[in-house]
């Protein structure tokens, strides 16, 4: 039963020493039911959350986020451009553990509904990137996990395996995923910190008059750590509209190496986030989430089969196969909680703003207003003229299945050739004449599918979403 306002303020009280509560209230935010939260409001005026755990799970969340927010010391939140949420205390609601953090305002945009162009997408890209540009210092002083791409790639291999001991994997998966893990040219990256698995609901935005939305808040810190950047873009595979222009904005703002495998590593640790709900059920012995995740998992590869566009054409990859969910029937997966930093505001206030406030980035590799022309440089004509080479192919993207054949699979490890090819660290979703390809949802008529109506859209997107958060809401079932 889930405990009242009125009793979570009273742990304010015990948790941050000299507050005065006077006042509380529930989150206008929905949570999953994974912690109990509300809104305190002090005899100042200030409003503060508090969240208590509801098992051990979730006790052991809020104690890694008490010690990831401390970690950020204010010299690591001047480097940030927006806020995060500031440890006050640490208490206990009865016997379970409470955590007592400032309150931060802003909207928060399902994954799906995020818009494509300047705005919103270019807005979470930049704030990606802000995190991982963090000094590593700022978690290894706090003795937070950290892992080399050696290590990362490991456990990735680690998950593939456990997940295909179970028997409820197909051959085509197990493939697909090992042939991808054993591609070294899909794991040269530079480590940097991150917050362990960002998601839409991370960030909060405040609506500028000038440039549109902005992140003004980021919030679920508590897997704060050294690691692999594509953890924290995984989740794009259910924003459909604004994938491109995320991680485009992420790589106008990242300072870091060029990482070429960085989306396709995404693309891959989406998928596998099926895979753990597989094992989560397998662990907790629950026939009924091993069975749900068998079946998304069986039509994850149907849509591999049948959506992927030719290899020669580099297809979008895993945002096409997860379209397929839309076949299987939804259980109803509840959202991740972030409603205890965050009292959130109607989204509809969004609608129509498209300002640019990207106005300080250029394309990737535009030239400099400065440079001097290149006189050896083809003429316009000569240029539009010159054949497609491989360098405009979207290297970022899964290939194709080859003659359907029923045990072949999808070669994600095949890399080392299209990496050399010269294209943009992210790759593109565009196609050789520069137009977007439909999405998933709306396959066009060469690809053998059926043109899906806006409704068939929203429900493949609201599927998808649904099996990416299944596992992480386990607990609250």
């Known amino acids: 039963m889930a405990r009242s306002p009125f009793t979570l303020a009273a742990a304010v009280t015990a948790a941050v020493p000299g507050a005065d509560v006077v006042g509380a209230r529930a989150l206008s935010a929905d949570g999953d039911a994974r912690f109990d939260s509300a809104v305190a409001t002090l005899a100042d005026g200030t409003e503060v959350a508090i969240r208590a755990s509801n098992d051990d799970e979730t006790a052991s969340e809020l104690a890694k986020e008490s ?40 909207f928060q945009i399902d ?30 002083n706090a003795g937070l996990a950290e892992r080399t791409p050696a290590e990362a790639r490991d456990d990735v291999r680690v998950l593939i395996d456990r997940a295909a001991s179970t028997g409820r994997v197909s051959a085509r998966l197990t493939v697909r995923w090992r042939e991808a893990v054993e591609a070294d040219d899909l794991w040269r990256f530079e480590s940097a910190v991150t917050l362990g698995g960002a998601h839409a609901e991370s960030f909060l935005f405040a609506d500028d008059d000038e440039r549109g939305p902005r992140v003004t808040g980021v919030v679920g810190w508590h897997a704060l750590s050294i690691g692999d950047p594509a953890v924290d873009l995984a989740w794009l595979t259910m924003a459909a509209d ?10 106008s703002a990242t300072l870091r190496a060029p990482d070429a495998g960085l989306a396709t590593r995404a693309r891959l640790l989406a998928e596998l986030e099926l895979a753990r709900w597989l094992l989560h059920g397998h662990d907790t012995h629950r026939s009924d989430i091993v069975d749900d995740a068998a079946q998304l998992l069986d039509a994850l590869a ?27 029937p939804a ?4 959202r991740i909680d972030t409603s205890m930093q965050t009292d959130t505001y109607d989204a509809s206030a969004f609608a129509g703003i498209s300002m640019d406030d990207t106005s300080a980035f250029g394309p990737r590799g535009a030239a400099h207003p400065d440079a001097e022309p290149d006189e050896d440089a083809p003429e316009p004509d000569e240029q539009d003229a010159a054949p497609h080479d ?23 490890g095949d890399l080392r050739e299209s990496f050399s090819t010269g294209s943009g660290p992210l ?8 137009e977007r390809p439909a999405r998933p949802g709306t396959l066009l008529p060469s690809e053998g599918g059926i043109a899906g109506s806006d409704s068939d859209v929203a429900e493949a997107h609201r599927a998808a979403r649904a099996a990416f958060q299944r596992w992480t809401s386990a607990s609250s079932e």
Do not use: C, W
């Open 427 to 434: 790759g593109s979703d565009q196609d050789e004449d520069g």
């Open 242 to 251: 604004a994938r491109s222009d995320v991680l485009d904005a992420y790589a």
């Open 331 to 334: 259980t109803g997966a509840t």
């Open 111 to 140: 994954a799906a509904d995020v818009p494509s162009g300047p705005g919103a997408a270019v807005a979470i890209g930049k704030a990606i990137a802000g995190v991982h540009a963090l000094p590593v210092s700022v978690v290894r």
């Open 302 to 328: 149907d849509g591999i089969h049948d959506d992927l566009a030719p290899r020669a054409g580099a297809g979008a990859g895993v945002d096409e196969a997860m379209s397929a969910l839309d076949r299987v």
């Open 390 to 412: 491989a360098a405009r192919e979207d290297l970022t993207a899964t290939g194709a299945i080859e003659d359907l054949d029923p045990n072949a699979t999808e070669d994600l």
């Open 67 to 106: 010690l990831a927010l401390r970690a950020l010391t204010p010299g690591a939140r001047s480097m940030l451009r927006f806020s995060a949420p500031e440890h006050l205390g640490d208490g206990r609601v009865g016997d379970t553990r409470a955590l007592v953090t400032t309150l931060l305002p802003g």
